[in-house]
C-alpha cells in the first residue's frame, strides 16, 4: 500500500489507529498541536470495556503492556445521599470487566508502541481543503502545508476535518462538571478518603451531584456535576480559585463535610468542563479521501464510553484499511457503515445515562443501573 495515511490528533483514538496500521505494516503520520507528550496532563482514570476498549488494545497488540498498569480494585462503586448515608457499595469483584487504568498510562503505551517520527509534535492545523480526488490539504500554524491521500480528523470536539463532511456542530447540554483534585487522601483528607472508598463514589441529586474516583497513588479526583446554563458558568471566574471554589461550593450547602470538603479542599484550581454533545445518529454522506474518529465524529455526553468508543474506532478503521489496501473508499465506506449505527446506540445510552445521574430520578435510577447486573446474578 503507497497510500500515506494522515491522522490529526494524537489522543488515544488517533494513536490506536496508527498502531494498528503499523502492525498491519502501514505508515501514518499523527499531527498534534500540543509541543509535546508531556505537554498537559492526561485526565483521570479509565474503564476499559470488555466488548470495546479491551478489543480495539488487543488489535493494537498492546493487552499485556495494558493489564501491567490496571489500578486494582478501581471497578469498586458506591453511592450516596447528600447527608453521606450509604445507598449502594458494590465492591471490586475482581471480574476484570472495565478494568480502571488512568488515561496518561494508556496513552503512554501507546505513544510507545509507535516508531519514532510517527507523531509530528507543535502541528497545530489551521486550516484544510480539498484538491479533488481525495486528496487534501493541510496548513498549520507555522505556515507549513502537507498533501494526503487519505485525511482522518482524530482531533475531538471542536475538530477541524469535521466540516469537509458536516455542518454539524457541538452544542451546550446544559450540564457542566468541575474538576478538583486531592493529592495523599488517605493521610491528608480521610474522610473525604472514605466516603470515596476503593473506586468510584456517586453521590447525586436531580440538577447536581458530586462524583469522584480513587486513582493510582493515593488521589481522589472529584467532578462536581451541575446543571447550569452557560450564563452561570461565564458568571464565575474561575482564574480567582478561591472565589470559584467558594461559588461551587455553595451550591452544596447543608451537605455532609466529608464530600464537600472533596471541592472545598481541592488542592488544584477548580476547572469547569462544559458538556457539549453532536447531534445522537451524527453521520455524513461518503467524501472521497477523508473520515472521522472518536469526538469528532459522534461527541457525547460523559458515561465511560468516550474513550472506549475513540479507540475501537480506531482499531475498526486500522483493520479496514489493512483489508482494502487497494481501495481506500471501500474501506472507509465499510467503516462508516459499522461505525454510525454503533456510535448513535451509544450516544442514546450516554444521554440516559447522564439523565440517569442528573434528572428527576437521580439517584435511584443510576443505583439501579449500577446494581442490576450485580442483582440479576444473584437471582
Not at 499523527?30 to 476499559?48: F, H, K, N
Not at 478518603?193 to 486513582?215: N, Q, S, W, Y
Not at 462536581?224 to 482564574?239: C, H, K, M, S, Y
Amino acid at each position: 500500500m503507497t497510500t500515506q495515511v494522515t491522522i490529526v490528533g494524537a489522543g488515544l483514538g488517533g494513536l490506536v489507529l496508527a498502531r494498528v496500521l503499523h502492525v498491519h505494516g502501514i505508515t501514518a503520520t499523527i499531527y498534534e498541536s500540543e509541543p509535546s507528550a508531556g505537554a498537559r496532563t492526561q485526565g483521570g482514570q479509565l474503564d476499559i470495556h470488555e466488548h470495546d476498549g479491551q478489543i480495539a488494545l488487543e488489535a493494537a497488540g498492546l493487552t499485556d503492556r495494558f493489564r501491567a498498569i490496571i489500578h486494582e480494585g478501581g471497578e469498586a462503586a458506591r453511592a450516596l445521599d447528600p447527608q453521606g448515608k450509604v445507598l449502594l457499595d458494590e465492591p471490586d469483584n475482581g471480574t476484570g470487566g472495565r478494568p480502571e487504568v488512568l488515561r496518561g498510562d494508556l496513552r503512554r503505551i501507546l505513544l510507545d508502541s509507535l516508531p519514532d517520527g510517527t507523531i509530528q509534535w507543535g502541528r497545530k492545523v489551521t486550516g484544510v481543503r480539498s484538491l479533488g480526488d481525495g486528496r487534501h490539504e493541510l496548513a498549520f500554524a507555522d505556515g507549513s502545508t502537507v498533501t494526503t491521500d487519505l485525511l482522518v480528523g482524530a482531533d475531538g470536539a471542536w475538530s477541524r476535518i469535521r466540516p469537509l463532511l458536516s455542518d454539524a456542530e457541538p452544542e451546550y447540554v446544559g450540564t457542566t462538571f468541575i474538576e478538583t483534585y486531592l493529592f495523599e487522601a488517605d493521610q491528608r483528607h480521610p474522610a473525604a478518603a472514605a466516603a470515596v472508598g476503593d473506586g468510584a463514589m456517586f453521590a447525586l441529586t436531580p440538577g447536581k451531584g458530586i462524583t469522584a474516583h480513587r486513582e493510582a497513588g493515593n488521589v481522589l479526583h472529584t467532578y462536581v456535576q451541575l446543571n447550569r446554563p452557560a450564563e452561570w458558568v461565564a458568571g464565575i471566574d474561575f482564574t480567582d480559585a478561591a472565589t470559584a471554589t467558594a461559588r461551587v461550593a455553595a451550591e452544596f450547602d447543608g451537605w455532609a463535610p466529608e464530600l464537600t470538603a472533596l471541592i472545598t479542599d481541592g488542592e488544584t484550581a477548580p476547572v469547569p468542563r462544559m458538556i457539549y454533545t453532536l447531534p445522537n445518529g451524527h453521520r455524513w454522506d461518503r467524501v472521497p479521501g477523508v473520515t472521522l474518529l472518536g469526538d469528532a465524529a459522534h461527541l457525547m455526553p460523559p458515561s465511560g464510553d468516550g474513550a472506549n468508543l475513540a479507540m475501537f474506532d480506531g482499531a475498526e478503521l486500522g483493520r479496514a484499511i489493512a483489508a482494502h489496501r487497494d481501495d481506500i473508499e471501500a474501506a472507509l465506506r465499510a467503516y462508516e457503515e459499522a461505525m454510525f449505527p454503533r456510535s448513535g446506540s451509544v450516544a442514546v445510552e450516554a444521554h440516559q445515562t447522564l439523565d440517569l445521574c442528573l434528572g428527576d430520578d437521580s439517584p435511584h435510577g443510576l443505583i439501579d443501573l449500577i446494581s442490576g447486573p450485580h442483582q440479576q446474578e444473584q437471582d
